[in-house]
């Protein structure tokens, strides 16, 4: 499984941005995908995840302003960004978990988000 992420950038506080994530490769043993993020000096934390059948989770930092969607026919999870806030900059990467018990990870993209 393959996994390529777009979308990031530079954006004021309060802004919005969204985030793509396409996979390819074996995905018919996609399970759930989500996005992570990791800020300089800090571990990479949850911020949103989704199921198959589109159940979804959140970090409570998130609730509210992010919203995760996922398009299973073209195998592709977005992430639509609202209300950005400083504390939101990372590098946010998205991952996938296989049904034979593999967590596949996409290339991060940056998101900055100026006070």
């Known amino acids: 499984v393959q996994l390529q992420a777009s979308g990031g950038g530079l954006v004021q506080a309060g802004g919005s941005l969204r985030l793509s994530c396409v996979a390819s490769?074996?995905?018919?043993?996609?399970?759930?995908m989500g996005w992570y993020r990791q800020a300089p000096g800090k571990r990479r934390e949850l911020v949103a995840t989704i199921t198959n059948k589109g159940s979804t989770n959140y970090a409570d930092s998130v609730k509210g302003r992010f919203t995760i969607s996922r398009d299973n026919a073209k195998y592709t999870i977005s992430l639509q960004m609202n209300a950005l806030e400083p504390e939101d900059t990372a590098v946010y990467s998205c991952?996938?978990?296989?049904?034979?018990?593999?967590?596949?990870w996409g290339q991060g993209t940056q998101v900055t988000v100026s006070s």
């Open positions: 991952a996938a978990a296989a049904s034979w018990g593999r967590r596949y």
């Open positions: 490769g074996s995905t018919f043993g996609i399970n759930d």
